[in-house]
């Protein structure tokens, strides 16, 4: 599990690679590309605030777009908030650490102490990746084109891997073919962002109270 | 870009971190708003599959990345580790690609 945590924290650290370079020929300095990761740490969102910004959008576009991607964590929390119990300190850092990533490794996980762990492994190694990735991006510009090795991929296979053990209950297999076809449908019509929010309308299916039989 | 946009940023994002998981904390919610909030997972990840896997902005596309996803449902059915399943899923669509 520790090196599964490990990997994803690196293929998503050669992404942040190209964040660097993506925000220094949007016009940020060296400092606010890190600052960005640092602070920020929503990778969906930092690369729509400079895409928008190298665009010629206004700060108040980049702003609004990239706070519809990052929403979903307010619901990513929301889930993580019946397994990562805690302190008040400890929380106020989960909460930096809650991104795709760890929280679909902390979900994949079937023990508390596993649960936390993963969470903690994954966010934590994705948070380090995240930030050298950057810095060297911003610093040296792009030297790694990370489709060549097919990494856009490494991210929605381990998604595929995390989601498996979702899979065994029906409750769970409806809730992932709703959430897909939400997505599916509404990528092409809703603004970007949108689509994984609107899919979180399939955990209503939480609601009936009997678990079917499956 | 300017430091306001970074900072608004910041705060932003952490907001919304910080309403999922320290407002709401470790408080006893009502039995169907768990079994709700408990499928989170499976809902929000299967969607974050799709628009990884068939979506450039608001398009849907099936190119190599759909075989690497593909192979990687095999490999996870399978019960390939999660490493496994990472390292196939990327191989695949970066062959596909060296290929093409």
Known sequence: MISACVTLGLAVGVYAISFGVAAVSAGASTAQACAMSLLVFTG??????????????????????ALLLSARNGVFGLANSRRLTGRLPTRLIAAQLTIDES??????????VAQRAAFWITGGSVYVFWNIGTLIGAVAGGAINPKTFGLDVAIPAAFVAM???????????????????????????????????????????????HEVAS | MTWTLVFALAAGA??????????????????????????IPAALIAAL?????????????????????????????????VLAVIIIGASVTALLRAVS
Do not use: N
């Open chain 1, 103 to 112: 929280t679909a490794m902390c979900a994949a996980q079937d023990d508390p």
């Open chain 1, 163 to 209: 989601i498996w053990p979702q899979l065994r209950t029906s409750r769970g297999r409806m809730a992932v073919l709703l959430g897909g076809g939400i997505c599916l449908l509404s990528i092409p019509v809703l603004p970007i962002g949108l689509p994984i929010l609107a899919a979180s309308l399939a955990i209503l299916l939480g609601i009936r109270r």
């Open chain 2, 14 to 39: 952490y907001a919304f971190k910080f309403l999922g998981l320290v407002v709401v904390g470790d408080r006893v919610l009502p039995a169907a708003l768990e079994r709700c909030l408990a499928l």
């Open chain 2, 49 to 81: 599959i799709v628009k990884d896997t068939l979506s450039v902005g608001h398009h849907l596309v099936v190119d190599a990345r759909a075989a690497g996803v593909g192979a990687a449902i095999v490999a996870a059915w399978r019960k390939a580790p």
């Open chain 1, 44 to 65: 969906a969102s930092q690369f729509s605030a400079v895409s928008v910004i190298a665009g010629g959008g206004t700060i108040g576009s980049a702003l609004s777009g």
